[in-house]
């Protein structure tokens, strides 16, 4: 079976992780397995900006600072808006809109499952 490279993308883990902690938030289960998958999205969102952000300055070339990955790991609001303006101008207006479209499909994502969830556990309880 061969798995779409898209599903595995940057911007894909950026959804999934989104989804994940907007179900979580919602939810009223406070599990310590549940806890622990809102705090690994929580990782692996800053983790994929990051990503993104050093494989978009190969591709295009763009000279980092050492360790640039772990600043935006760290700060990705203040570094990633930093790397995008720097290296595109005003036309990093894009990226970052990408990057809220993705959010908001998330929390959508999240928001809708939560409720599909909780309607089906009404219902056959």
Do not use: C, E, N
């Not at 798995?3 to 950026?14: E, F, R, Y």
């Not at 772990?70 to 595109?88: E, T």
């Amino acid at each position: 079976m061969r798995v779409d490279s898209s599903l595995l993308s940057a911007p894909a883990a950026i959804v999934y992780t989104v989804w994940a902690q907007t179900h979580y938030a919602l939810s009223d289960s406070r599990s310590a397995v549940a806890g622990f998958a809102a705090l690994v999205a929580s990782y692996l969102f800053s983790a994929s900006i990051a990503t993104w952000i050093v494989s978009d300055a190969q591709r295009r070339r763009f000279s980092l600072p050492y360790d640039f990955g772990s600043l935006v790991f760290i700060a990705w609001p203040i570094f990633g808006a930093l790397y995008v303006f720097s290296s595109r101008g005003i036309k990093g207006i894009v990226p970052i809109a990408g990057l809220l479209a993705l959010t908001l499909a998330g929390s959508i994502a999240g928001v809708s499952t939560y409720f599909l969830a909780t309607t089906v556990r009404h219902l056959f309880t």
